[in-house]
């Protein structure tokens, strides 16, 4: 008010501290005022939020270009992502009465699609609240649990890959509700065993073998609701760290950001470490394929198995935790290309390019046509396209045949969950 007095220019505008340069600086550049009077200020800036956010350990401050490239990046792989992962949803509902896209597998893919369809929805909106706010700290602990949830689902991929390929055990059925209490919590693990008619295997009395001499039911406990409980013992601890600094997400002063992290860290290095074994598996397999077909193409089975395996096992969020200063900038591109763009490789790899799907599809195209033209009591031959057991499509046995009844094997393996 004194300055009022004594001018009648009062020059007041917005500003940010700005670290492009090394140093921090005021600048107020991309900020605007928009209203207010001389004991308040409403500001408006075009700086966006980044992907890059979700695995940021160190506050690390960009330059306004960097800022708007990987928004824009995160905007639209978000978008695309969520496109085609409520594509991959509806294909899988659409096609689950047939028997291949009826198993496990794609029930583990569906509910992993559905996960980070739902975060990433979310992820959007929030860049819309102001930090501080109720609706940002509540959006903020959404996604903290179904990014939690995601880790989650994607600890189970590697889980089921590693029992199918690397160490046969057990029946599909029987690491179900395993997989539920995993995945969602004790709620979902609590209803998937209610509703399923599969009976628990016995205990061995082997003392041996601690994982045999554990009661199922128990186990289930043991496993069931981990991305529940971490988010909340997160909130009850550290409430205030939720959605109040820069961006509706954890906080970074008070190392909050490790409840999500630290997990993350942990199902990464897990599945890593399956990766490898399934890697080394196939690459034997390949070798032995070509000694007997000389098929240089199975050689190249290894490759594309990685290519397969990365979206769903979540590996590439690591390049996050890298990103810690100015000069792993190239990382922070990575991380949100990639991640952003998660649900467009689960799409590509595991619904538009897989064999199964496209000829479950097939199938299911035939039966509607079949359907449509009135056509009744006319027997449809079985349909069955697993090729990783050696049928195609009413076709013969494929080489992958040879590859499972390969003497060097100890198991059969299922190479159909790669």
């Known amino acids: 008010m004194q300055a009022l007095n004594q001018s ?5 505008y917005c500003a940010f501290l700005d670290y492009s340069s090394k140093e921090g600086v005021w600048s107020n550049e991309g900020c605007m005022r928009t209203g207010g009077n001389l004991s308040y200020s409403v500001c408006v800036c075009n700086h966006l939020t980044n992907f890059a956010i979700l695995m940021q350990v160190i506050p690390m401050e960009l330059s306004k270009n960097h800022q708007v ?4 990046i995160t905007y639209v792989g978000c978008s695309v992502s969520i ?8 294909t899988f509902a659409v096609l689950s009465s047939v028997s291949t896209i009826r198993n496990q597998r794609y029930h583990i893919h569906a509910n992993l699609s559905f996960a980070i369809l739902v975060a990433q929805i979310l992820l959007l909106i929030s860049f819309r609240f ?4 109720m609706p940002c700290k509540v959006m903020a602990v959404l996604l903290h649990f179904l990014f939690l949830c995601a880790f ?3 600890l189970v991929e590697g889980l089921h890959l590693y029992s199918m390929v690397v160490r046969v055990f057990g029946s599909e059925d029987s690491k179900h509700f395993y997989y539920y209490g995993i995945g969602w919590g004790p709620t979902g693990a609590q209803r998937n065993l209610q509703n399923s008619p599969v009976l628990l295997p016995p205990i061995s009395p082997d003392p041996s073998n601690i994982w045999k001499r554990l009661d199922v039911r128990s186990s289930v406990l043991l496993f069931a609701g981990s991305p529940l409980v971490i988010c909340v013992v997160s909130i009850t601890s550290s409430l205030d ?3 109040e600094v820069g961006n509706c997400w954890l906080s970074l002063e008070d190392g909050a950001v490790w409840a999500f992290v630290a997990p993350a860290l942990l199902v990464i290095t897990v599945n890593i470490g399956i990766l490898i074994a399934v890697t080394r598996i196939i690459s034997r397999i390949s070798a032995e394929n070509y000694k007997v077909h000389r098929d240089a193409t199975s050689l190249k089975l290894t490759a594309k198995a990685v290519a397969v395996l990365l979206p769903i096992l979540g590996i590439s ?11 792993s900038l190239l990382f922070q591109y990575l991380f949100a290309a990639f991640n952003s ?6 799409f590509l790899f595991h619904c538009l390019l897989n064999s199964e799907v496209r000829a479950a599809f097939k199938h299911k195209t035939k039966v509607w046509s079949l359907t449509s033209s009135s056509i009744r009591n006319i027997n449809v031959k079985p349909f069955n396209s697993d090729i990783m057991n050696g049928n195609k499509v009413g076709g013969s046995p494929t080489k992958m045949n040879t590859w499972d009844k390969s003497t060097n094997s100890a198991n059969r393996i299922d190479l159909s969950a790669v």
């Open 69 to 72: 490239a990987l928004s824009t």
């Open 83 to 90: 496109f085609c992962l409520a594509i991959t949803l509806v």
């Open 152 to 154: 989650a689902w994607m």
């Open 341 to 346: 763009l998660q649900g467009f490789f689960i």
């Open 241 to 243: 760290s939720y959605g």
């Open 8 to 12: 009648s220019k009062v020059l007041l």
């Open 317 to 327: 969020w690591i390049f996050g935790v890298v990103a810690v200063n100015d000069h």
């Open 130 to 133: 102001e930090p501080g706010t």
